[in-house]
T-cell receptor, first 115, second 110 residues
């Protein structure tokens, strides 16, 4: 079956711009989580959506937002981009997310570079 | 969620077993131990998880001590493709996020 698909794979944006990243989960998976990975901070949780509702949120400024659609596809948006937002953004999907016993399947990520 | 402690790196010879340790001395009764790995520039990959019994799947075995304060991930016959950063994570079902530490970098040498 198809894995988690993230688009685009690479993106270059200018400071001050905004960006939207997309994630299509594995078919049947209702939970989608987003993570940011940087060399300095490692992998950090951004937020998680389940059935179109944000269920958990990490410690990121309000410039980072997301949403989930009825087909479980998710988007995240970063407004007023800063140089420090340059990172690999990873999406993970799970059957239930919160319940133990289910692993998360990650996509290959979107590499965002802010110049 | 309880914190985990892993050594920063280790290596092993190809074909030999790789035993990756993890300490989670503050783990609570309802927390599971998960292992993920990340090969360079790819998304993390789920390997295995367990509560208190030892677990085995096609990728690895997970040995959890009786007091649950530590665990070991075992790759029975390491290959060069197992070179990656391995993350040990403890998580309850009530919390949906994965809290990644720095992980342990496993280098498999020919």
């Amino acid at each position: 079956k198809a894995g988690v698909t993230q688009t685009p794979r690479y993106l270059i944006k200018t400071r001050g711009q905004q960006v939207t990243l997309s994630c299509s989960p594995i078919s049947g998976h209702r939970s989608v989580s987003w993570y940011q990975q940087t060399p300095g901070q490692g992998l950090q949780f951004l937020f998680e959506y389940f059935s179109e509702t944000q269920r958990n949120k990490g410690n990121f400024p309000g410039r980072f937002s997301g949403r989930q659609f009825s087909n479980s596809r998710s988007e995240m948006n970063v407004s007023t981009l800063e140089l420090g937002d340059s990172a690999l953004y990873l999406c993970a999907s799970s059957l239930a997310g919160r319940a133990t016993g289910y692993g998360y399947t990650f996509g290959s990520g979107t590499r965002l570079t802010v110049v | 969620d309880a914190k985990t402690t892993q050594p920063p790196s280790m290596d092993c010879a190809e074909g030999r077993a790789a035993n990756l340790p993890c300490n989670h001395s503050t783990i609570s009764g309802n927390e599971y131990v998960y292992w993920y790995r990340q090969i360079h520039s790819q998304g993390p990959q789920y390997i295995i998880h367990g509560l208190k019994n030892n677990e085995t799947n096609e990728m690895a075995s997970l040995i959890i001590t009786e007091d649950r304060k530590s665990s070991t991930l075992i790759l029975p016959h390491a290959t060069l493709r197992d070179t990656a950063v391995y993350y040990c994570i403890v998580k309850t079902g009530a919390n949906s996020k994965l809290t990644f530490g720095k992980g342990i970098t496993l280098s498999v040498r020919p």
